[in-house]
Every structure is written in structure tokens, then in C-alpha cells.
């Protein structure tokens, strides 16, 4: 609705209040005269009758009853709706829809969200965990944290830090097959993968004093970071994944990684948010808030 037809409206309604033209021109501060002009040119633009005029009072055809309802109502929900959205923008409320690859959402997003809602508790948070990229806008979403180079977009970006990928095995199936001890040892082993469309089953390794992209071989893929760590945790093969993800089962024993020297390949971290200039107070608050938390996490 344009500002000059809201303006009608509530000269309209100011006139049904008061019953005259020069009771509702003090009130909106018009002579009487160009209230009357006003409303007559409601009336043209709409083709009917709204208010019949008498020397003694004003009064409201049917029409101009059905008008008044309408636009008290309509008014009331613009007014309710500035008051809802400058709230907000005080005070952080409302939803916020977040995505996250599996791994990190499991061991780096959750374990935030406890204080961050006793924090905020009129924010509600809608969750997706998956490990492929989706699209910001045709997901509807607020916030997605991703690994590795970001492609350019009209997205806004905050950089969490970097993730050390490493290659990780059971005891027990480095004892069944024994430990890579070369990047070339790696053709004799089970190494896990994953299924979604974005992977490739090579790994980034260093040999010979240069990185190479090395094509390794499994009878298991899956579509998660985090299936494919409990699939090393069975002992059912090899697995390259994330330092956080796999930092518990390194110190516990449960896990133990193979060709540290190898391993040359780090991928930033991101926050991508939509907004710019105009990002909603809760999406800023979660934003604040999880950066320098994340950030700790990443750095171990």
C-alpha cells in the first residue's frame, strides 16, 4: 500500500470519527476545505459514494461503512506489523533457519546451543544437519556454515578459522591390515568415501615433496561425515575427516591417524548469511554470538 492511499484512509477515518470535515482537518492538521477535496477524490478514484454531506452533519452511506471496517483493519495491521518488526530489531525474537554439514553441527554447533537459548529465549531455531550445499535462498535459510572454498556469491561471509583434515583407522583394523606408512600403501586398503554429488574419491596428499590429488579405492560410501566416522570406529576401513570431528577418538584411543606427514590439505571455515545492511537482529545476535565460541572450537 503507497504512503498517499495509507493518507486516505486515515483522513477518511478521522472524518467518519468526528463527523465533520473541519473536526477531522484539526485533527490531521488540513483546512476543512481540502479535507472535503480529499475525500472527494477518494470517492472519484473509487467510483462511489463514501460519506453524504449535509449542512448539519456528515454521515456514512453503506459504502462508506464497508470502507471504514476495512480500512480500520488494514491500518491496525500495518501498525501492528512496524511495531513487530521494530521490536525485533531491538530485541532478538522470532525464527532462525540454520545448516550445517553433519560433523560440525554434531560437534561444534551443538554443544553451543544450550547457552545460546537460555540467552535468547524468544529466538527459535530451525535446524538442518546435511553434507550437501544447499541454496541459501531456495532453502529459506538464515545461516549456513560451510568447509572449504566458497564460491563467489552475493552472500555475506565470517571466517571461523581452518580445518586440518587427517587420515584416521581403528586399532583394530590397522592391526588386521596393517599402517599406511606411504601415500602408495593406500591402493591396499579399504578407504571409506561418500555417496553425495559434490565428493570425488581422491585425497589431497603430499608424496615426493608435492601435493597430489591421490584416487583411492572402498567397498563403503556413505552420505555423512559422521556415518563415515563410525564406520572407521567399526574398523571397516581408512577415513579422512575433519581434526574436530574425529579430536575425542584420537585422545580416547579409539581412533589413530596414519600419514600425518602427508597431510597437507586445510579448508576455511565459513559462516554465509543473507541481509547485508539490513540482517535481522536475531540472525545478527546468533552470528555474534557463535563466531568467537566457533572460532575456540576450531582452534582445539
Given at each position: 500500500?503507497?504512503?498517499?492511499?495509507?493518507?486516505?484512509?486515515?483522513?477518511?477515518?478521522?472524518?467518519?470519527?468526528?463527523?465533520?470535515?473541519?473536526?477531522?482537518?484539526?485533527?490531521?492538521?488540513?483546512?476543512?476545505?481540502?479535507?472535503?477535496?480529499?475525500?472527494?477524490?477518494?470517492?472519484?478514484?473509487?467510483?462511489?459514494?463514501?460519506?453524504?454531506r449535509s449542512t448539519r452533519r456528515l454521515r456514512l452511506t453503506a459504502e462508506g461503512e464497508h470502507y471504514r471496517e476495512r480500512a480500520e483493519a488494514l491500518?491496525?495491521?500495518?501498525?501492528?506489523?512496524?511495531?513487530?518488526?521494530?521490536?525485533?530489531?531491538?530485541?532478538?525474537?522470532?525464527?532462525?533457519?540454520?545448516?550445517?554439514?553433519?560433523?560440525?553441527?554434531?560437534?561444534?554447533?551443538?554443544?553451543?546451543?544450550?547457552?545460546?537459548?537460555?540467552?535468547?529465549?524468544?529466538?527459535?531455531?530451525?535446524?538442518?544437519?546435511?553434507?550437501?550445499?544447499?541454496?541459501?535462498?531456495?532453502?529459506?535459510?538464515?545461516?549456513?556454515?560451510?568447509?572449504?572454498?566458497?564460491?563467489?556469491?552475493?552472500?555475506?561471509?565470517?571466517?571461523?578459522?581452518?580445518?586440518?583434515?587427517?587420515?584416521?583407522?581403528?586399532?583394530?583394523?590397522?592391526?588386521?591390515?596393517?599402517?599406511?606408512?606411504?601415500?602408495?600403501?593406500?591402493?591396499?586398503?579399504?578407504?571409506?568415501?561418500?555417496?553425495?554429488?559434490?565428493?570425488?574419491?581422491?585425497?589431497?596428499?603430499?608424496?615426493?615433496?608435492?601435493?597430489?590429488?591421490?584416487?583411492?579405492?572402498?567397498?563403503?560410501?556413505?552420505?555423512?561425515?559422521?556415518?563415515v566416522r563410525h564406520l572407521a570406529l567399526l574398523g571397516l576401513g581408512l577415513a579422512r575427516l575433519a581434526e574436530f570431528h574425529v579430536r575425542a577418538d584420537?585422545?580416547?584411543?579409539?581412533?589413530?591417524s596414519v600419514l600425518d606427514e602427508a597431510m597437507a590439505d586445510r579448508e576455511e571455515v565459513h559462516a554465509v548469511y543473507t541481509g547485508r545492511d539490513r540482517?535481522?537482529?536475531?540472525?545478527?545476535?546468533?552470528?555474534?554470538?557463535?563466531?568467537?565460541?566457533?572460532?575456540?572450537?576450531?582452534?582445539?
Open positions: 500500500m503507497s504512503d498517499a492511499r495509507a493518507w486516505e484512509m486515515k483522513v477518511f477515518l478521522r472524518v467518519a470519527a468526528h463527523g465533520s470535515f473541519s473536526g477531522a482537518g484539526r485533527e490531521v492538521g488540513m483546512t476543512p476545505s481540502s479535507t472535503a477535496k480529499l475525500i472527494d477524490r477518494l470517492e472519484g478514484r473509487l467510483g462511489v459514494r463514501l460519506i453524504e491500518l491496525g495491521e500495518m501498525d501492528a506489523l512496524d511495531a513487530e518488526l521494530a521490536g525485533g530489531a531491538r530485541s532478538p525474537s522470532g525464527l532462525i533457519r540454520v545448516n550445517a554439514s553433519v560433523p560440525f553441527g554434531r560437534h561444534c554447533l551443538l554443544p553451543l546451543l544450550p547457552a545460546f537459548v537460555a540467552a535468547y529465549p524468544e529466538v527459535r531455531l530451525d535446524l538442518t544437519f546435511t553434507d550437501e550445499v544447499v541454496d541459501l535462498y531456495a532453502a529459506a535459510t538464515d545461516v549456513a556454515f560451510r568447509i572449504g572454498r566458497l564460491p563467489d556469491s552475493a552472500l555475506l561471509a565470517v571466517r571461523l578459522g581452518e580445518v586440518r583434515r587427517r587420515i584416521v583407522a581403528a586399532p583394530d583394523y590397522l592391526a588386521r591390515n596393517g599402517t599406511p606408512r606411504t601415500v602408495a600403501d593406500l591402493e591396499r586398503h579399504e578407504c571409506l568415501g561418500f555417496n553425495f554429488r559434490r565428493s570425488a574419491a581422491v585425497w589431497p596428499l603430499r608424496a615426493g615433496g608435492r601435493l597430489v590429488d591421490r584416487e583411492v579405492h572402498g567397498r563403503i560410501v556413505a552420505s555423512n561425515g559422521e556415518t584420537l585422545a580416547a584411543g579409539r581412533l589413530a540482517t535481522p537482529a536475531r540472525v545478527r545476535a546468533f552470528l555474534d554470538f557463535m563466531t568467537p565460541r566457533l572460532r575456540h572450537r576450531l582452534e582445539g
